[in-house]
């Protein structure tokens, strides 16, 4: 647009554009607006001009040039400054109604930004309402929505689920409020309320759960350190409707279907595989054809998985490993029902890898073919080549003692090999063998002596195997 900034900061929201010629538009302004002028009937005492919108709480001023003035005022922008309202200077090329037009766009596609935001975390929701634990996954949805958390009640009070961090210390003292105001008055007349409390840094909403009785079942919290915005007002209202038809429809069909799923994976465990099927056939779930794989990772990770292929307790067999974007997830390599429990292990060690390495999708195949340091604990490992190798390090400054063990190991004990490796005569060699063994008080020539050097030298130092890989 052109515009010019002349004075204040320019981190002001701005709620709408007023476009005014009078000394005094502030009876017309609400607060929030860039107040558009070409000055007409601005001669002097420009400092009260910018007082009463200062007073007003308008996000700017845009001053018009080359009308009737030809430049913004020296003393309009001196007392802008002082006062710090943004003050910017509109070229005559630039007409008021195309600034107007740009605010009313941009606030357009924030709101519609939000609108969308909300109807995304609202499918969220309902794809969580929908999972096994219904009430519960909910809350924990919930949690994350609002970058805080979530816990729902029982009818007297009880927590029967609360997210990480929950502070239910201010709530419990107003489940009572909410009991009395839902009795208050007709049903038909008085909907169920809701309370809001508000401290430094803890933002709370209660609400009562009821049904179509209106007698209430439970009520939920949510918490934030942030004041909440009307969008997370429209998560939050979307939760507790879910939560209401959740708990209206009971747990009884949930449990029993997950009981069903845990029923059917024990029959597979078992090699009962045609009886498997038949007792998953009325759940409308299905089995993979062999060979398929199977995937370890948490519930929510695998709830995508959920219509298109049997998953139980953390656990999916699926024929093709699909691409899943929350969470750590295990693979195994591919196996046929007799072999469920070994894939179940596979995917289990792979999920452990996944989450030390902080996420993403590990295969027990890769995982292997990284040898036996990949299934050492790091950490162990390190310790132990220290321990082991502490004489060699400490040997005076004789470094070439480490590199010389490595290359005899690398060559399988064969000196001319080693040596030339090295760069060094097969004699120097085993003179630096000798000391090394002296140094260590191990036989060189014990196969379990090699694979132990062989693993401590492979676990530290700069040289190591692990060390490259990371």
Do not use: C
């Not at 107007?100 to 709101?111: N, Y």
């Not at 794809?127 to 909910?138: D, I, M, N, T």
């Not at 401290?199 to 009785?213: F, L, M, R, T």
Request: proline share 6%; aromatic share 4%.
């Amino acid at each position: 647009m052109r515009l010019l900034p002349l004075a204040g900061s320019l981190d002001h929201p701005v709620r709408w554009v007023a476009v005014s010629e009078l000394e005094d538009p502030t009876p017309f302004l609400e607060g929030g607006e860039l107040v558009l002028t070409t000055g007409m009937r601005l001669t002097a005492d420009f400092g009260r001009y910018v007082g009463r919108l200062v007073e007003r709480g308008v996000a700017g001023l845009g001053f018009a040039v080359g009308l009737t003035h030809a430049e913004v005022p020296a003393e309009l922008i001196e007392a802008a400054a002082t006062a710090g309202l943004p003050l910017l200077e509109v070229p005559r090329e630039t007409p008021f109604i195309a600034i107007g037009k740009a605010v009313s766009e941009l606030l357009a596609a924030e709101q519609y930004e939000e609108i969308s935001r909300a109807f995304a975390a609202q499918g969220r929701l309902t794809r969580a309402a929908l999972r096994p634990e219904g009430a519960h996954a909910v809350i924990d949805r919930l949690a994350r929505e609002v970058e805080g958390w979530a816990a729902l009640l029982g009818e007297s009070g009880e927590v029967e689920h609360a997210t990480s961090g929950a502070r239910l210390d201010a709530v419990m003292p107003v489940l009572d409020r909410l009991r009395r105001a839902s009795k208050d008055g007709h049903p038909a007349e008085r909907p169920l309320s809701s309370v809001a409390l508000s401290s430094p840094g803890e933002h709370v909403i209660v609400q009562p759960i009821g049904g179509a009785s209106r007698r209430i079942h439970g009520f939920f919290a949510v918490g934030a350190p942030r004041p909440f915005s009307p969008m997370a007002h429209t998560i939050i209202n979307a939760a507790g409707s879910l939560l209401t038809l959740a708990l209206e429809q009971g747990r009884t069909l949930v449990a029993a279907e997950r009981g069903v799923r845990s029923a059917v994976l024990a029959l597979l465990l078992a090699g009962e595989v045609d009886q498997a099927r038949a007792a998953l056939a009325p759940l409308g779930g299905r089995l993979p054809e062999e060979p398929f794989t199977v995937l370890a990772a948490d519930a929510e990770t695998l709830e995508p998985l959920e219509p298109r292929t049997f998953t139980s307790g953390g656990i999916a067999l699926v024929e093709e490993v699909p691409a899943l974007a929350e969470g750590p997830v295990g693979v195994s390599s591919p196996v046929a029902y007799g072999e469920l429990g070994s894939g179940i292990e596979q995917a289990g060690r792979a999920l452990e890898a996944a989450r030390k390495t902080g996420g993403g999708t590990v295969r027990f195949a890769d995982l292997a073919g990284q040898g036996l340091l990949a299934l050492l604990d790091p950490a162990a490992a390190s310790a132990f080549a220290a321990a082991l190798l502490a004489p060699l390090n400490e040997y005076g400054s004789r470094a070439d003692l480490i590199e010389s063990l490595r290359a005899y190991l690398t060559a399988n004990g064969h000196w001319d090999a080693a040596a030339q490796r090295l760069g060094v005569h097969r004699h120097t060699l085993r003179y630096r063998m000798k000391r090394v063994s002296e140094l260590l008080g191990r036989d060189l020539d014990d196969p379990g002596v090699r694979a132990e050097l062989w693993i401590a030298l492979n676990s530290s130092g700069p040289g190591s195997r692990r060390s490259s890989r990371s």
